[in-house]
């Protein structure tokens, strides 16, 4: 027996319920302000009006957007079985608001001088998925 071995395994990844009505509504180009408001727990909206304010130079606004989405994803997540940790795949698309917003989260406070917290959610991001890191890189 290897003394190093891990001998707890991994949890399961978690996959989100997938939310076809908003997903569409954002996919057809209707403003991710009228999706969220609509849809208030479809986080890739939250994290499209991040991405949105963070390239308009409003970074408060980012901040404020990109929490809400990180915030309304911690409830799917536990929801959906998740323990606070372990794999939440990029390849399941209903996934992707939440990492999005985690990624939009730490680059919002990165901008407005939250540097933990920054560090603490791209941490986050590469540990729930090292290929949502690897995509959302800007």
Known sequence: MDPHKNLLSEPAATHLPDAPEAREALAS???????????????AAWA?????????GEPVAAYAYARTGYHRSLDQL??????????VPWEHEPNQ??????????????????SD??????????????????????
């Open 78 to 87: 536990r929801g959906a079985g998740w323990k606070g940790h372990g794999p």
């Open 29 to 43: 180009g209707s403003d991710p302000a009228e999706v969220a408001a609509r849809f208030p727990t479809y986080t």
């Open 117 to 138: 917290e920054a560090q603490r959610c791209a941490s986050f991001l590469q540990d729930s998925s090292p290929e949502a890191a690897e995509a959302l890189r800007r």
């Open 48 to 56: 499209r009006l991040a991405e949105r304010a963070l390239d308009a």
């Open 97 to 114: 608001g939440f990492l999005r917003s985690l990624n939009m989260l730490a680059q919002a406070a990165e901008a407005i001088g939250e």
